[in-house]
């Protein structure tokens, strides 16, 4: 009985293959891209990735590349379920752009119309914050990332918060990526349909369109679900990484899909809005989405990873450049182990989705770069090679960056406090507390979820070092009042700088301390 059972199941096993294999042939233009991506993941480091190609509206080619988890024989295919990340932007661009057809509000109302509790740090901009503002990277706002990632704030909770972030440009004077104004986007989806951004994703586009692998939290996961297992890299070596739940930011990120699944949504995006006969958003709409509303500087990083461009600009939810004499609408997404890309060529009928488990890779530009030329009958060119020599720089700038700090340090001096005066509570009216504890006469920090102990690095300069999809090096400063006692503490996470943690005077009574876990 049981040889019989393994006999059928290896017989299902071969004719599943080849069912695949025939299924998702490699189609003549793209002869000898599974080589070429295969060589690709060796050079960018990349355990798995998964491929589709959308081509005059049909899924033309699906395959997964390597494993799901590094360590383990699971290999990807075309059902593996990733993490998209920012390629999520341009969903809640379409929840929007469905309620502008329904007439239920329209992309330049003001955003107080709908939140009206939803304030900016500078009374003007809260006024005048448009709809369209919260979709094209123009509120002024830097990112404030650290409000929400890693922490256990709500949706509302963050919103609440974003009075306090301080503007570095004016409203809609420039660029500046913001994923606070994406949830702001969400929220206003879920205050006019009167379901969350979540369910109405699910709704309206993800049923309707197909996508039935599709989710908004990792909350939906199963055991022995198709799922990918993010990767980072630990100093010299690329590992297994946790998922990380980001449903507080979820408007700005946190879909989870796999390659057949977003190649539906290519099609909706390539169809002006309908895909099947099924009329999700209107042709003006799916224009709209698609047309520049804010200019992007081609300059630092964007001449690398778009050395084609002769323009740059952000629409609602998509990235607008040119390559080759034609128009590219893509946008990537990264979070914690995941790297996605969504691209598409209208004038060719063309669409590309690259999905990847491992954290920071820009594999999928070179790949994207790829196919594209090789649908426009263009000579084949490594665009792999190119991006990884031109990228080395800016990781040897990083190292630089490193070295030069070390080079800044003041050796031989001591804290000006014992470390006891240190302990206590830190607060932010933006970020919230940091804990500072002791731990074997050691101090310890602790920032949501984020642990480490502090290596003294120079005079009231410590050092923590935070692991999540990489390791990070960050200076924490403590500052002292004009008393001598110590009374702030600067963290050099990303965007903080700006922001000192003031220290809580103990209960009366009750001398500071903090947990040691």
């Not at 004719?15 to 690709?40: K, R, V």
């Not at 709908?114 to 509120?139: K, N, Q």
């Not at 974003?162 to 500046?176: A, D, Y």
Request: a neutral charge; aromatic letters at 10%; hydrophobic letters at 40%.
């Amino acid at each position: 009985m049981i040889v019989g059972r393994l006999r059928y199941s290896l017989i299902a096993f071969v004719i599943c293959i080849a069912f695949s294999a025939t299924a998702w042939a490699q189609p003549a233009p793209l002869t000898g891209f599974d080589a070429y991506a295969e060589n690709a993941m060796k050079e960018w480091e990349v355990p798995g990735m998964a491929v589709a190609v959308v081509k005059d509206d049909k899924i033309v080619f699906a395959r997964g590349y390597g494993v799901k988890k590094l360590g383990e024989p699971a290999p990807v295919d075309e059902r593996t379920i990733f993490a998209i990340g920012s390629s999520s932007k341009a969903f809640t661009a379409a929840a929007i752009a469905i309620l502008v057809d329904e007439g239920k509000l329209k992309w330049d109302d003001p955003v107080s119309l709908y939140l009206p509790e939803f304030e900016l740090y500078d009374p003007y901009a809260s006024r005048e914050l448009r709809i369209r503002d919260l979709l094209s990277h123009r509120s002024g706002l830097e990112r404030g990332d650290m409000l929400w990632y890693g922490t256990t704030l709500s949706r509302e909770e963050i919103l609440s918060r974003v009075r306090h972030l301080k503007p570095t440009w004016s409203l809609r004077s420039q660029f500046g990526y913001q994923n606070l104004m994406y949830l702001a986007a969400g929220e206003v989806v879920h205050k006019v349909s009167g379901m969350s951004w979540d369910d109405f994703l699910k709704k309206r586009i993800f049923d309707p369109i197909g996508m039935s692998a599709s989710s908004t939290s990792i909350k939906s996961f199963k055991p022995g679900d198709n799922v990918s297992t993010p990767h980072g890299k630990m100093g010299e070596k690329v590992e297994p990484i946790k998922w990380r739940d980001i449903d507080n930011i979820g408007p700005a990120g946190s879909i989870n899909s796999n390659v057949i699944d977003v190649a539906q949504w290519v099609r909706l995006q390539l169809g002006k809005g309908t895909v099947d006969g099924k009329k999700i958003l209107s042709p003006a709409s799916a224009n709209e989405m698609h047309m520049p509303q804010t200019i992007i500087r081609l300059e630092g990083a964007y001449p690398i990873l778009y050395p084609k461009a002769h323009f740059f600009n952000y629409g609602l939810g998509w990235f607008l450049s040119d390559f080759k004499g034609r128009k590219l609408v893509e946008h990537g997404g990264a979070i914690d182990g995941m790297r996605a890309e969504v691209a598409m060529v209208p004038e060719e009928k063309l669409g590309i989705v690259i999905l990847t488990n491992m954290n920071g890779s820009v594999i999928s530009m070179p790949l994207v770069y790829r196919i594209i030329d090789a649908y426009l009958g263009e000579p084949q060119t490594d665009y792999s090679a190119n991006l990884l020599k031109a990228y080395r720089p800016l990781l040897d700038q990083a190292q630089a960056a490193e070295k030069r700090a070390e080079s800044e340090r003041v050796t031989g001096t001591k804290p000006s406090h014992p470390l006891e005066n240190y302990v206590g509570t830190y607060q932010n009216e933006l970020y919230g507390d940091v804990t500072i504890g002791m731990e074997n006469g050691q101090l310890k920090i602790i920032y949501g979820p984020f642990t480490s102990l502090l290596d003294h690095w120079h005079y009231d300069t410590f050092r923590a070092t935070f692991v999540t999809s990489g390791i990070s090096k960050t200076p924490a400063t403590f500052g002292l009042n004009a008393q001598g006692k110590v009374d702030t503490l600067s963290l050099g996470l990303a965007g903080m700088s700006g922001y000192p943690f003031k220290k809580v005077p103990p209960k009366t009574g009750t001398t500071a301390q903090a947990p040691s876990n």
